[in-house]
DNA sequence: TTTTCATGATAAGAATTCCTGATGATCAAT
DNA sequence: ATTGATCATCAGGAATTCTTATCATGAAAA
């Protein structure tokens, strides 16, 4: 059974670099007998010699010459494995996968995915973008490794940290602009518009209006807040959007955006991951940056 | 420092694959303990995790995924590495760097090269062909693995096998044919064609004769046994010629070729190397190749 | 819930490997 | 012959690696 180390191929490569024992033994800071131990025991586990030894010195044979060209090569790659290592120590590198839920998938996405890959050129990020639920089972699952969802989730198993909270923002038609404010006692009396079930945003509207959500509504669901913003435009009824969204679904549709007053609604943001994930410091620091980015971006004046 | 080993990397490798601690350490034969404090030491000398534990088992992390590719490249290089050792542990492979004097060489490689060739397929013969004293030079200086010469050689650092014996033949123009064979003594009153000093057939030449070699000689030197040959057919004198270049040397020439009688002049053909050389082996296998080969010669019929 | 089971981590001692320093053997040059 | 240089060998100790036994944790089952 033929079994070398690595070791034994770098002092081999000293060797043939040097031709002579004494001095790749000191090259490779060890003792000239440990050197010819292991050279030794290389070439007793080949069954051929590396070497052919004379009085002033070595000479590779010609088989030797053969080895030292593809043990060069190894040498070579395993330089390189080690750099991949040292590179990839605080840098996050390779692949990171991400979920997001809807309604934070479009206003936030462009610019965290832009800032990630300005800050660790070569990651690679695959985004999924769905229900929250959906979401924590894939994390539980290692499908993903980290979610952009709306806190608490309450998982046991998962690491959550705050990224911002945004307010909840009304929509109605553009004949309403001046009229006071509904309260959300008053919104529960007119024709509020909603996501389908599942989204964690339809809760936390029903929830603001003190709505139970099991209770069965009449009227449509939409399947994303540009088609609830397209609804209000014609006049169907009114909504809610958190305001990161106000910017991009009011630029085609003519509705008009009011700020409820104090205590507005609002949720919070968050990111999550398995607390065994290794990647925890990395996300630490992407949780920063997709802190910042949001920060960054445009607030409606409503 | 990041230092890992081979062995690491197989264990690395094995763990990937079963994703399980337990079964990883029986496929690589070791303990689950052994392959866990491997791992552990691997992933602390790179600096960063390679697996993310969980309760039921072992998954790779994205890094992890990029060093196993790397990984399993290092080893399959350094399996091709060991199958290369096994492969030319019996067989000759690679360079055979082989010296001839020139009184040899034009009438016994074709026939050794194809031999050798056949029996080593992958093996790159290099030929010298000069005279002895540079044979033997090089051999020293290992710039050729072995020389066919005419023995003896006797030099302590070389090992000399004989490879057959071949007389010497009379080369006389055609004219006299039919006269009786010159007697050794007869041969120096006669006009002896020979080669330049320092070709060793020259000398075993002379000492037939009892000729002192030292003693300056009328007449020109050839370089080639092919153009004493020639010198003979044009009537200038008489030569010898090894008997195994008659068939090759008197095929265009119209010359009379006979043998002396008893004792005949000879001389013994051998192969030598350095008694050092790793490739004793496979050359001692060598040696043997070329006396068949060289047995397997037409002897000429005289 | 409590128990059980599976999984990986840890600890201690034994086996193995590896290295150092001293010495030996060989060869060449003085 | 003597000296110097070179590589091999040896013995003892240091370092590494392995095995067995045990622990800690989380998931599944009762």
Redesign the interface.
Known sequence: M?N????QLRYFEALARYGHFGRAAEAAAISQPALSMQIKELEDS????L????PKGV?L???G???AE??R??LR??D???D???A??DRL????RIGVIPTIAPYLLPTIIHELTRANAGLDIYVRETLTNNLIRELGD?RI?AAIVALPVSEPSLTEVALFTENFVLVRPVADAGRPVPSADMLREMRLLLLEEGHCFRDQALSFCNIPSARPREGLDASSLSTLVQMVGAGIGVTLIPEMAVAVETRSASVAIARFDEPQPARTVGMVW?K????ARQLLRISEIVRESAAALPTPVA
Request: aromatic share 8%; glycine share 12%; charged share 30%.
């Open positions: 033929i070398f180390t690595l070791r080949l069954g051929i010699a070497f052919e030894r004379g000479r044979t010609g088989f010459e053969a080895f593809r043990a090569e190894i790659s395993v390189e494995l080690e991949l290592a040292r990839s120590r590198v390779g692949r990171l290692g490794d398995r065994t994930s290794p990647l």
